[in-house]
C-alpha cells in the first residue's frame, strides 16, 4: 500500500512569527488516522524567522532528530548545546527528561524538519549529539542503524538522498516507510511529489523513486 500525502493538505500552526507544518496529529491538531508510522510520532517542517523559536520547554522519552534545510538553529539544553546548519544532524535523547530551547539563528530564516521517535524503553539516560553528515549523491544514512547520529529505537533509520534530475535510488528494503521531498520532485510509481509532498509505504518492497528535478528526499524506515 502506498499512501500519498499533499504538502498543502498537512495542519498548520503559526505562533508568534513561527510556521509549523505537521505531517500527523500534534498538539490541537488531532486526527485519529494519522497518528504516525512506525515509531515516528511527529514530523514538523518548521520555518522561523530571524530570532524567533522556542523558549524552554521539557521532553521526556523521545529521540528527537533535526535536520536543517536552510539557515541555521542554535539549540540549548541541559545536556548539550550546539548550532547545526544544512549538512548537519542533531539527536537529543530525551529519556528520562530534558529541558531545551531552540531559535532560528543568525540574520536569515531557518527550515528545518525534526522528527519524534519514541525509545525502545523509558527512563533512559538523556544525551546531545550534533555531527556533519559526508552526503553523496545517493543515500546517507543520517541516523539509526549504521547512522551518523544513533538512536534508541531498534530497527528506525533516517536516510537522506540527494539526486540529480532524472537520477533513481531505491527505497530502503522494509516493511514500512515514510517519504518526505524536502525539496526539488521526484516520482513514486505512477504519482509525482513535490516539494513538502510525502507518501507512506507499507509491505511494498523493491519500489524507487526517481528524480524530476535536482531533489532532496528524507527517508525514514521501520523494521520489525
Known amino acids: 500500500m502506498i499512501e500519498y500525502r499533499a504538502g498543502e493538505d ?12 505537521h505531517s500527523f496529529s500534534f498538539g490541537a491538531h488531532y486526527d485519529p488516522g494519522n497518528i504516525g508510522i512506525g515509531r515516528l510520532v511527529a514530523h514538523n517542517d518548521e520555518q522561523l524567522p530571524p530570532g524567533t523559536g522556542y523558549d524552554d520547554h521539557p521532553h521526556a522519552d523521545l529521540e528527537i532528530v533535526t535536520w536543517v534545510l536552510s539557515g541555521a538553529l542554535r539549540h540549548t539544553s541541559t545536556v548539550g548545546s550546539g548550532v547545526i546548519g544544512p549538512g548537519q544532524v542533531q539527536r537529543l535523547s530525551a529519556g528520562s527528561g530534558i529541558v531545551h530551547a531552540e531559535v532560528a539563528d543568525g540574520g536569515e530564516e531557518t527550515r528545518f524538519v525534526q522528527a519524534w521517535v519514541r525509545p525502545d524503553e523509558p527512563g533512559l539516560e538523556p544525551d546531545y549529539r550534533n555531527a556533519t553528515v559526508p552526503t553523496s549523491a545517493g543515500w546517507t544514512t543520517v541516523a539509526g542503524d549504521g547512522g551518523v547520529v544513533p538512536l534508541a529505537a531498534a530497527g528506525t533509520t533516517l536516510q537522506v538522498a540527494h539526486l540529480d534530475a532524472g537520477q533513481r535510488a531505491d527505497l530502503p528494503d522494509a516493511g514500512r516507510l515514510h517519504v518526505f521531498v524536502a525539496g526539488g520532485s521526484v516520482m513514486l510509481g505512477e504519482r509525482l511529489l513535490e516539494p513538502a509532498d510525502a507518501a507512506r509505504l507499507v509491505d511494498e518492497p523493491g519500489r524507487a523513486i526517481t528524480a524530476e528535478s535536482d531533489a532532496q528526499v528524507l527517508v525514514w524506515s521501520f523494521r520489525g
Open 10 to 21: 498537512r495542519f498548520v500552526t503559526r505562533d508568534e512569527g513561527r510556521t509549523t507544518w
